[in-house]
C-alpha cells in the first residue's frame, strides 16, 4: 500500500474535505495516473499547484525525480548553458547549424557518447580568421580513418560546413571543436546497426589571453597510451584527464608522460620540447607515440627563423631521455590551448636557471605573429 500525503492548492470535491491536505491511499504508485513536477502529477481534475508532501510506500521507494515536459527540459537546458559562451553549434543528425545553445546536444545513442568510438580536433579563431584550420583538418580524417569512422561527407563539404558554422556564430576570438562519431543508432558495441556517422561542430567565445610565465610539471604516474591510441586524437581521454587531475593535486601545471623505454612523450594536451647544448639547438620527442601536435609541428618551421638569426644552431626531432630532458637549458609546453610555455621546474629539479628562457620567449613571439598575419596556407579567413 501506498500512502500519499496531498497538498492542494484549494479544496477539491471528492479529493479533500476543504482542508487543502488530504492523505491517498493507493493500492500502487502507477495508480497515479500522470508522473511530473515534484515526482507526480494528478489527474487532470486536480488544480495546478498540487504537490506530495509525503510519499510512503510499504516497498519502501522514494518517488522524487521529476519526469519533465519538453518545454521543461528545453527551459533547464536553457538555464544549464547559462553564462557558456556556446555561440553556434552544427550537427549532421540534424543537418543544420544552431545558435540556441539549448539545442546543442548529441544524441546519447551515438557511439562516441557510450562507447567513446569518436574522434575530434579543434581549430582557434584569431581576429577572425581559422588559424591552422587545415592541418587540423588533415588530422582529423586521419584519426577517423585509424578509427574506422567513414566520413559524414568529404574533406571539402566538412570544410565549408566548419567555416559556415564559425560565420553564422559571428565568432571573432575563439576556438571551434569538431567531432567526427560512428553516429547514433543503439547501445551496441559494433557500430554495425548505427544510420550513419556524424559530424559534429561548436563555436566557443573565447579572449586569449597569453601567459608566458614559467610552470611547473611533474612525472605523470597515469600510465601512457599505446602508440595506437596516443597517435589517434580519439574522444577517449580518461588517462589524459586522470593525468591532469594528479598534476594539478601536486601543485603543477602538468603531467609530463614518459614512454616504456625512458623517453618522454608528451602532456595530456601538449606536446613538449627542449632547448640543449648550452641553448643552440631545439628538440623535440618523435611523433611515433605521441600525438602529432600541429602547434609543435608549426613551430618546428618557425624556429628556422631562430637558426637563420643565430639564435639557434639547429632544429631536430629525435628521442629525448627524461636524464638529458631535465638538464636541459630550457623546457616548453606547446599545443593549441597552453601556445608556446616555459617550464621552469620538473618535479624536483629546476630546469636551466629554473627562469622562463630566451628560445621559448622568441618561438611564442614567432607563433603570435603566425597567428595574427601568418601566409594564407595557416589563416582561413571567415566570411561573416
Ligand atoms: C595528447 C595531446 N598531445 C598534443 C596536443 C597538441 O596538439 P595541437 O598543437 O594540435 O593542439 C594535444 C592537443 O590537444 C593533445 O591532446
Redesign the pocket.
Known sequence: MTSLIVCFPKPIAGFSPGLGVDTWNLRSLSQVPYSSGDGFRFPRRLARGTRILKCSDSSSHSWNVPVLSNNEVVEKLKLAREGREFLAMYSSVVGGITTDPAAMVIPLDDHMVHRGHGVF??AMIINGYLY?LD??LD?IIRSASMAKIPLRFDRETIRRILIQTVSVSGCRDGSLRYWLSAGPGDFNLSPSQCLEPALYAIVIQKDFTINSTGVKVVTSSIPI?PSVF?TV?SVN?LP?ALSQMEAEAKGAYAGIWVDNDGFIA??????VAFVVNGGKELVMPRFDN?????????TLTLAEQLVSKGMLKSVKVMDVTVQDGKKADEMML?????LIRPVIQWDEQFIGDGKEGPIAKALLDLLLEDMRSGPPSVRVLVPY
Open positions: 580536433d579543434t591552422e592541418h587540423h588530422r597510451k596516443a586524437k581521454y589524459n608528451e602532456g595530456p594536451n601538449m606536446n605521441v600525438l602529432s601536435g600541429c602547434t609543435a609541428k608549426r606547446l599545443g593549441s590551448g597552453v
